[in-house]
């Protein structure tokens, strides 16, 4: 048996299944949309599967959101569930009931779950669920279900569920209901496969939907004929079909709403005098700002602690390995490709965990609904509307949420566009590359004693990509998407207090669904990459071989200058003895340390040397050998150009490869490799990377689209390649041009 | 006069809507001709307003609010 839970997006839905199933729950998408179904067995029913369906206000869907809700109702997604559980805010009846009289009308069993009742007693308001329930016709059972109460009487029900509707109960106006029977004829004759109990429920969306009404032109031509022959007769006669279903179900639900609920105190005001100061005209837009700044103030410092822990962990994890197993490729392969390959990808868990908890805090809140409605004005002069506030937020953690995110948009194109722009915004995968150019590469001193430089550089990128982001979205929507103004409807639903347990649930659960995607991407491109890098072998350097004989050479003569100092002692002993009173003799000692401490640091060398001369040979430093003549203007070698190579699978391996190309090991940000960087020379003695080149670098990571994963689900939200083919061309051709100009223009204005 | 006329506080009667593609999803919303709406506040930026609608806060865009004809409440 299957039941589904359905109703208005902040209804408390998610805490009723969380009470219904316990952690009995899978997350998963439905098929070919990545809408989260959410599912899991009735508790102590096993037989029992629970759906939570995404919040809907009616079943004439328009965002994505909606259109699931309804097509898993009436059976098109998957197979129809047996009963419907439509969830409703007791305090807010009239609005909430206007689905569920839909749903009444899909001829499903229908019980009605009357959520939030204490919210609705402390509100001052009373409903009485029995008159409830003999007015609608179906079970009403009151509940409060961030308490659990109720919930074993719902349960009940939902094991013995009610007959469906057989009657309409609520009236259409008399004109338009009269016409309704030959319709219904009519679409039956011409298409046989909408079911019975559908029928009335399409035609009357196809007389008040356009776009509804365009889709049967093909099935059903003589029905759309019908259906506009009476339209214009309806006009002659100045009949009000347009309205005709939502004002004779509002008509019907008004007053039902009027008799069951009695308010026997004002309405309680603490939500207004909340909005008082949110949406003040001044408080409103620097609240706003502030809890901006505090977010990612918390994001970015807060996460560090626990992504040093990460990178310790990781780092002693893969030198374990070595350890362990006898040297060779395969456990280079492990411990370089996959251990810091997966490695890169948990190191930012916590930012993003970090930020999915506050955006959940501002999403379960109400505050989410406020930052749209106060940046509607200004995102809708580029473009987007306000609801495209949090989806472009959740970019700065990570493109992959924020694309999730913009399927609460009820417009198409402003969901377009907000996916399309979305990637620009600076995720946190950007971070660790702007980390470390920009500590190795900008002085550490401070604008007018107040701001560091550095700080300001890091604050810049965050600008570029956000401004680029509005510019590129005002952009798509003059020239690619055009079409008339889009609608800006929302809910300011009352402000709550979140539940925590329930928040945290909830970023286990969407942050698992990325470690475990990314991971899968992430971990396929280091292990290719690892290849790439490390095939085809160079077995032999003779520069390499040079200075390790040197070494010896000169090992071998410092140590004979010492025994020269102390003949008849055997210095290799004489090391291992404690007592060391004879001066000659710790003079003698520490001459050979010195030299065994020489010859180490030349072995090393001639490792880094080995190693950089593989890199050069294989697979990755042959592209970026092939690019560097098309990168060259930008101020990249064939070292950075290999690193832009292997960034296009995901962003911060650019660091772990410059790491292996200068064989300082991949620590992000770290020291070594920051000064392996500053070090590096041109064949001529000019550094390869100055402030300029670093700039011209940090500018095309800011634009440019590397990120395999982002692609992917652009592609599934989009349903098509071609709105990821666009995006991956046009930021790349942003960011070629953006550093470009940066490094050309930078030369002539005699930087360096 | 339509909705859009209304200044913050003022409350009126919806009486019907120039035709566009946002109406239907104001009526789902529960702003069908006959209900009652008042208009809260402006967006600090001026634009969408806040209106409660069926006893909840509705926001929509001026542009919005110049498709609903309305009678105004007086006093």
Known sequence: MRVALCGNPNVGKTTLFNQLTGLRQRVANFPGVTVERKAGTLAGAPHVEVIDLPGTYSLTPRSVDERIAYEVLVGRLEEEPDVVVCVLDAGNLERNLYVVTQVIDLGLPVIVALNMMDVAEENGLAVDASALEKDLGVPVVPITASRGEGIDELKGCILNPPEPAQVYRWQLMDAVDAKIPALIKQLAEEAPHVKPMHLRMEVLRALAEEETLDAWRLEAPEFVNCIVVLQEEFAKRGVAWRHAEVSGRYAWIGPIAQRVSHRFRGPATLSDRIDAVFTHRVAGPLCFLLILVCVFEAVFSWAIPAMDLIEAGVAALAGGVRSVLPAGWVTDLLTDGIITGVGNVVVFLPQILLLFFFLGIMEDSGYMARSAFIMDRLMKRVGLSGGSVLPLLSSYACAIPGIMAARTLDSERDRLITIMVAPLMSCSARLPVYTLFIAAFLPTGKLLGVFGYQGLAMFSMYMMGTIMAFVAAAILKRVVFKGPESYFVMELPPYRRPRLRQLFWRIYQRSRVFAVRAGKIILGCSIVLWFLASFPRTETSPEATQIEEQAIQERNREYAAAQALTPGTDLAVAADSVALTDSTLAHALDLTARADAKYAAALDSANIVRQSTQIRGSAIGYLGCILEPVMQPLGFDWKISAGLVSAFAAREVIISTLGIIYSVGDAEGGVALRDALKADRYPDGRPVFTPLVAMSLLVFFVFALQCMSTLAIARRETNTWRWPIVMWFYMTALAYLASLLVYQGGQLLGLS | ?75
Do not use: C, W
């Open chain 2, 1 to 75: 006069m339509t909705l859009r006329d209304l200044r913050p506080g003022e409350s009126g009667t919806i009486l019907g809507f120039e035709p566009s593609a946002a109406i239907n999803r104001l009526m789902e919303m529960g702003m069908v001709p006959g209900s009652q709406v008042q208009v809260v506040r402006l967006a600090p930026f001026g634009d969408p307003i806040d209106l409660r609608v069926r006893d909840y806060h509705l926001s929509i865009r001026k542009s919005e609010a110049a498709l609903i004809r309305i009678s105004r409440h007086e006093g």
